[in-house]
């Protein structure tokens, strides 16, 4: 009893087999056509904007349940031999039947949407105040970068690496992230409920040298988890936020003095964005 399994680019994050109380579970599978021993087909198993959550198998019927509401069947013909169970195993995907004929088919797992943006660039934020409008700070724009969820319901991990050095107060800088989903208009991601507090999405670690602002460069590392709710394509940029009491600078990926001696420092910095299934 063979079962002819063709793979394609619809989105299939769980692909579950039930059958005589077995369970196996399939991610991130891409399957378009299934044509049983008697000659009927099952096509297009998620449309476009659609996702397939569950295989389910009881008596003569298949039904792929999909994220859009609109579920598959077909019959099959379980003359003489009957499916047993469902494995997957690294890029295999294998139906067990009774006969002893076992299908296998090679599986298509492409990864998930990931997006990064690296820079050594050196350059001076003048005063990136968090009062400054319409949006606080000023933007990193080396560390710009676009991704696109392929669900709704996908969440975005935002992993942020900064390094460089402020001309005073690093205590009082902080870092933002700015978001924009598709033409829309960009806004800040910021903790609810600050008051008049700085709503940031984290500080700078600082060295024992205290006030030593010319060769003792900070760093930045935050992870983010977003939930745009979105398939639209996303923009992310970090921004830099300080107080306002007296004028500064942040001098990205170097020390605030340059020399070039080793006293000085020059580094890079990154963002990636990941999109994930929860």
Not at 1 to 23: A, C, E, H, K, V
Not at 29 to 58: M, R
Not at 93 to 115: E, H, M, R, V, Y
């Amino acid at each position: 009893m063979l079962y002819n399994i063709i793979m394609s680019d619809f989105p299939f994050d769980t692909f579950r087999g039930i059958q005589n109380g077995d369970d196996a579970t399939l991610d991130d599978v891409n399957v378009q056509q299934i044509t049983f021993p008697d000659g009927s087909t099952q096509t297009a198993a998620a449309g476009a904007g659609s996702v397939v959550t569950d295989l389910e198998y009881a008596g003569t019927t298949l039904t792929l349940k999909q994220s859009g509401g609109i579920d598959k069947t077909a019959t099959i013909n379980t003359t003489g031999s009957v499916v047993t169970d469902l494995e997957y195993a690294g890029t295999t995907l294998t139906l067990k039947q009774s006969g002893g004929i076992d299908k296998t088919a090679t599986i298509n797992t492409g990864g998930l949407p990931f997006a990064f943006a690296q820079t050594d660039a050196r350059t001076e934020y003048v005063d990136p105040y968090y009062d400054n409008t319409p949006l606080a700070g000023s933007q990193i724009t080396e560390l710009s970068q676009t991704i696109t969820p392929t669900s709704s319901s996908q969440k975005v991990v935002i992993h942020l690496h900064l390094f460089g050095e402020w001309t005073t107060a690093p205590y009082q800088g902080a870092v933002l992230f700015e978001r924009k989903i598709g033409s829309g208009t960009a806004t800040l991601i910021q903790p609810q409920n600050a008051g008049s507090r700085m709503a940031i999405a984290t500080g700078f670690a600082t060295s024992g040298a205290g006030g030593e602002s010319h060769t003792t460069p900070e760093m930045s590392n935050v992870v983010y988890v977003d939930s745009p709710n979105t398939t639209d394509t996303i923009t992310y940029v970090p921004r830099l936020v300080c107080r306002i009491n007296n004028s500064r600078s942040f001098y990205l990926n170097r020390s605030v003095d340059d020399t070039n001696a080793e006293y000085s420092e020059r580094a890079f910095s990154t963002m990636t964005l990941e999109c994930k299934n929860v």
